[in-house]
């Protein structure tokens, strides 16, 4: 893919954290990262997050930092998630007035524990998007004997994301959205954007006429995020609705409308994003989603990859959520 590779003899790649940042410490303890001169780091291991470090929890400042302070000292990188692409847009004033991402009231309340920790357009605030834009949107992993595995956000697509490089800047390491950025990447009517909401958000698909679900801000949704990575059968098998309930249709229904390509390439995947819960499990021996809703009281979980091409639950290690880590 042209994207210069990460090497190292082994990864800990790391799922959503949405400021949770003692939940972080306590897994990289536990992963033997000791923090030396103020950054964290281990002898052997990189850190990799597979973004979404903002919105939600309360120390998200903190958080930044210490990621920041990893990557830069060579200890870590980030591969930014959706929630970082719209703090870049809604930092990113069009000069009309008006911001790249809409400063409508839901989009705001979405963001505030961000800007509670960020001043909107402060010194510390602005450098905090600089750096995102500056952070790859897709990773490749390598270990010291070249075995490969994969990091992005949402979903990975090969053609989708040559596509992109059309819009991106290569750094000489990565491809990331630079500092001028494309600005076609927040304007719904563009292929940029559409390239950015599959790959960051992953597919979704319609649900049937008069079928619907209420989100956690009681907002209807009429769509779902879909399973890429096995062929359900069935609606319940197919959608991804984080516990929410859905009127108007019977999950059990077989499921035909599969918008997009399921994941069948060798090379191992890993991503976030989903709000998984329940029992720890990797989606196959090929794909592994690391969210496991930290910042709803679920787990903080990370893989622990040693080059191995068949993946297993065996290799993640998580942290509790508890009233003691970041809720005081
Ligand atoms: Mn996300």
């Known amino acids: 893919m042209n994207n210069k590779k990460i090497v190292a003899q082994g990864f800990d790649i790391i799922g959503d954290i949405h400021g949770y940042v003692d939940a972080l410490k306590r897994l990289l303890s536990t992963l033997g990262y000791q923090e030396i001169n103020g950054v964290w780091g281990h002898p052997k291991r990189k850190a990799i997050f597979v973004g979404d470090l903002v919105d939600r929890g309360t120390k998200q400042k903190e958080l930044c930092e210490l990621v920041r302070k990893m990557v830069d000292a060579g200890q870590a990188e980030l591969s930014i998630g959706n929630h970082e692409f719209n703090a870049v847009g809604y930092a990113t004033a069009k000069g009309d007035g008006t911001y790249l991402r809409k400063h409508s009231s839901t989009n705001t309340k979405h963001h505030q524990a961000f800007l509670d920790c960020y001043p909107f357009h402060s010194a510390e605030h ?136 399921i994941y069948d390439d060798e090379i191992p995947i890993f991503f976030g994003h989903y709000w998984m819960n329940g029992e720890l499990a990797v989606q196959t021996s090929k794909v592994a989603c690391l969210d ?21 639950v065996n290799k993640m290690v998580a942290v509790q959520w508890s009233v003691e880590l970041d809720e005081h």
């Open 126 to 261: 602005l450098e905090m998007i600089e750096w995102f834009k500056n952070r790859p949107l897709w990773l490749e992993l390598e270990t010291l004997s070249g075995q490969p595995a994969r990091v992005i956000h949402a979903y990975w697509h090969n053609e989708k994301l040559e596509l992109l490089k059309k819009y991106l800047h290569h750094n000489g390491q990565a491809w990331v959205m630079g500092t001028d950025f494309d600005q076609r990447f927040y304007h719904s009517d563009e292929e940029a954007f559409d390239l950015i909401e599959l790959l960051l958000k992953g597919p979704e698909v319609d649900l049937p006429q008069g079928a619907s679900y209420f989100d956690s801000g009681q907002k209807e949704r009429k769509r779902s995020r879909v399973n890429w990575w096995t062929k359900g059968k069935t609606w319940r098998e197919s959608c991804i609705l984080g516990g929410f309930k859905v009127n108007g249709l019977d999950l059990d229904e077989p499921f035909n409308a599969l918008p997009c390509k």
């Open 292 to 312: 496991w809703s930290i910042a709803k009281k679920g787990r903080l979980v990370a893989y622990r990859w040693d080059g191995e091409q068949d993946l297993s």
